[in-house]
């Protein structure tokens, strides 16, 4: 049978896709034309429960393999994925309305790194040995069960590959549910995986909105729930979690400082802020949206922005020319016009775009303030979208209060040719991932995630085995027990 780029149904539970027609239906959006390019059927309770029992049944089996054999099926799919990266990326353009310029290169190779990695990683996870005189301890390093995925829509295929391959690689089933607005792509991961000889009821991905995320939460039968999305969702997923004190992994949202001092090298910090800003245009959870700029290059840097940004080449996704699309659905594209109206009300001087595209898509333009204070709206709630506030500072000691004064601690970056400096700022920095003269690089070998509200946990690298693991740890005694009566 010939490779069909589209998912075949609505869920992918049990090795295979399923369809139950008696769940509520919804249509997924092309972002760029308002079109609707499919339409799924939310998981019904009986989806939920299949989906649940075949990966409690399948994950016993799956955990007593070795790692190896388990790597090996983690890693044949991401080959597979990387064979078939063009399809994956239109499919993950149209899902989500990012920039097929974008989407070839960092959403399902960013999938496939995490599967390779973690593919790699899977055949080395191993307890220790603890001698202490005669006896001993030691301990076995093994999974938690079922883990509960939940993903936001920005990066769906990304997402379902960083929580299912260390959960997989860790000997874990996972039920997934992607963002009701972007829930195409993980259907592939699923059939993906499962080509690559994944055993049945291992990775199940089911369709539906918050209702069916928390359904899957508050299941006793789950061990760990791992979220990527807004703190307000955070918190509810959290709480849901404790009743029956399982694991969690949170990767919520931010409002990220990007500090740039005299010194930067204005080309990079420019193109830095740029990547911190306007990449997915705009809608990326560790972007540095309060940009400070110190006072003695802020003309300069804005002057340079400003030209910068009118290069932007803004149109349909699926032209390979193309590097700035759409907002994700109608609705986030409100959110943000509401963001840039409350900016210019509070009295943010607007340097450029502002405005909505003529058309059907969901286009707005690349868009910047200047004379933002610390107080406005837009300097401390998070927009996700193209927006860039610009503050100004004066010295080190300033920036990094400011910095720091958030509820928020997910990224945190700065430029400067002063490297002691550089270190010394990100080293006060309250954030997860940081970055020095660059921004948003996110290599699956290093930790990802944050700290106050933006979440708990951390994604990728050995540190996420930490997550998707727990250690046994057995006392032996060699000589007789002594006890006391
Ligand atoms: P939401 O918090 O609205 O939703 C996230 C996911 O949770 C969705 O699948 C949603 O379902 C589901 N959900 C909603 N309510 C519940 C509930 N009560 N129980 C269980 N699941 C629920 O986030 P968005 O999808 O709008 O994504 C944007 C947010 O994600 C931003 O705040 C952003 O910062 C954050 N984010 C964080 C990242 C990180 O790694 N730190 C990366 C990317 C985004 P549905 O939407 O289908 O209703």
């Given at each position: 049978?010939?490779?069909?780029p589209?998912?075949?149904?609505?869920?992918f539970?049990?090795?295979?896709?399923?369809?139950?027609?008696?769940?509520?239906?919804?249509d997924?959006?092309?972002p760029?034309?308002?079109?609707?390019?499919?339409?799924?059927?939310e998981?019904?309770s009986a989806i939920?429960?299949q989906?649940?029992?075949?990966?409690?049944?399948?994950?016993?089996a799956?955990?007593?393999?070795?790692?190896?054999?388990?790597?090996?099926?983690?890693?044949?799919?991401?080959?597979?994925?990387?064979?078939?990266?063009?399809?994956?990326?239109?499919?993950?353009?149209?899902?989500?309305?990012?920039?097929?310029?974008?989407t070839?290169?960092?959403?399902?190779?960013s999938?496939?790194?995490?599967?390779?990695?973690?593919?790699g990683?899977?055949?080395?996870?191993?307890?220790?040995?603890?001698?202490?005189?005669?006896?001993?301890?030691?301990?076995?390093?093994?999974?938690?069960?079922?883990?509960?995925?939940?993903?936001?829509?920005?990066?769906?295929?990304?997402?379902?590959?960083?929580?299912?391959?260390?959960?997989?690689a860790?000997?874990?089933?996972?039920?997934?549910?992607?963002?009701?607005?972007?829930?195409?792509s993980?259907?592939?991961?699923?059939?993906?995986?499962?080509?690559?000889?994944?055993?049945?009821g291992?990775?199940?991905?089911?369709?539906?909105?918050?209702?069916?995320?928390?359904?899957?939460?508050?299941?006793a039968?789950?061990?760990?729930?791992?979220?990527?999305?807004?703190?307000?969702?955070?918190?509810?997923v959290y709480?849901?979690?404790?009743?029956d004190?399982?694991?969690?992994?949170?990767?919520?949202?931010?409002?990220?400082?990007?500090?740039?001092?005299?010194?930067?090298?204005?080309?990079?910090?420019?193109?830095?802020?740029?990547?911190a800003?306007?990449?997915?245009?705009?809608?990326?959870?560790?972007?540095?949206?309060?940009?400070?700029?110190?006072?003695?290059?802020?003309?300069?840097?804005?002057?340079r922005?400003a030209?910068?940004?009118?290069t932007?080449?803004i149109?349909?996704?699926?032209?390979?020319?193309?590097?700035?699309?759409p907002?994700?659905?109608?609705?986030?594209?409100?959110?943000?016009?509401?963001?840039?109206?409350?900016?210019?009300?509070e009295?943010?001087?607007?340097?450029?775009?502002?405005?909505?595209?003529d058309g059907?898509?969901?286009?707005?333009?690349?868009?910047?303030?200047?004379?933002?204070?610390?107080?406005m709206?837009?300097?401390?709630?998070?927009?996700?979208?193209?927006?860039m506030?610009?503050?100004?500072?004066?010295?080190?000691?300033?920036?990094?209060?400011?910095?720091?004064?958030?509820?928020?601690?997910?990224s945190?970056g700065?430029?400067?040719?002063?490297l002691?400096?550089?270190?010394?700022?990100?080293?006060q920095?309250?954030a997860?991932?940081?970055?020095?003269?660059?921004?948003?690089?996110?290599?699956?070998?290093?930790?990802?995630?944050?700290?106050?509200?933006?979440?708990?946990?951390?994604?990728?690298?050995?540190?996420?085995?930490?997550h998707?693991?727990?250690?046994?740890?057995?006392?032996?005694?060699?000589g007789?027990?002594?006890?006391?009566?």
């Amino acid at each position: 049978m010939p490779y069909d780029p589209q998912p075949q149904a609505s869920h992918f539970v049990n090795g295979a896709y399923v369809e139950d027609t008696a769940g509520t239906p919804f249509d997924v959006i092309y972002p760029a034309t308002d079109e609707v390019i499919a339409t799924l059927h939310e998981a019904t309770s009986a989806i939920i429960e299949q989906a649940i029992s075949s990966a409690k049944a399948a994950q016993k089996a799956w955990g007593a393999m070795s790692g190896t054999e388990r790597g090996r099926i983690l890693r044949r799919a991401a080959d597979i994925i990387r064979e078939r990266n063009h399809d994956l990326s239109v499919l993950e353009t149209k899902d989500t309305g990012k920039p097929y310029s974008e989407t070839f290169y960092v959403d399902a190779t960013s999938g496939a790194d995490a599967l390779e990695y973690f593919g790699g990683l899977a055949g080395s996870l191993t307890g220790e040995h603890i001698q202490l005189g005669d006896d001993w301890v030691y301990t076995r390093r093994e999974p938690l069960g079922l883990c509960v995925g939940i993903g936001a829509w920005n990066y769906p295929t990304q997402i379902a590959c960083w929580k299912g391959a260390p959960a997989l690689a860790c000997g874990n089933a996972m039920v997934f549910k992607p963002s009701e607005t972007t829930p195409l792509s993980a259907l592939k991961v699923a059939e993906i995986l499962h080509e690559a000889g994944l055993p049945a009821g291992l990775y199940n991905v089911i369709q539906g909105a918050g209702t069916v995320g928390a359904a899957l939460v508050s299941d006793a039968r789950v061990d760990k729930v791992s979220l990527t999305g807004s703190v307000p969702t955070g918190r509810k997923v959290y709480a849901a979690a404790a009743a029956d004190i399982k694991h969690v992994t949170m990767e919520l949202g931010g409002k990220s400082p990007l500090i740039i001092f005299d010194d930067a090298d204005l080309e990079n910090a420019v193109g830095g802020a740029i990547l911190a800003n306007f990449y997915s245009s705009g809608q990326v959870c560790s972007n540095g949206t309060r940009v400070f700029v110190q006072k003695g290059i802020k003309e300069a840097f804005l002057k340079r922005l400003a030209e910068r940004l009118e290069t932007a080449v803004i149109g349909d996704p699926l032209d390979e020319a193309t590097n700035f699309g759409p907002m994700v659905s109608r609705r986030q594209m409100e959110i943000v016009q509401g963001y840039i109206a409350k900016g210019q009300e509070e009295g943010a001087r607007l340097v450029t775009g502002g405005e909505r595209l003529d058309g059907d898509g969901f286009y707005l333009q690349p868009t910047v303030f200047a004379d933002v204070s610390d107080d406005m709206t837009i300097a401390r709630e998070e927009i996700f979208g193209p927006v860039m506030a610009v503050l100004d500072f004066e010295t080190e000691e300033e920036v990094v209060a400011r910095a720091n004064e958030t509820e928020f601690g997910l990224s945190a970056g700065v430029f400067t040719r002063d490297l002691s400096r550089g270190h010394r700022v990100i080293g006060q920095m309250e954030a997860g991932s940081c970055f020095i003269n660059s921004y948003n690089d996110a290599p699956v070998e290093a930790p990802f995630g944050g700290s106050k509200l933006s979440g708990v946990g951390r994604e990728n690298s050995k540190a996420a085995i930490e997550h998707y693991s727990q250690l046994k740890s057995v006392y032996v005694r060699m000589g007789n027990v002594e006890a006391p009566f």
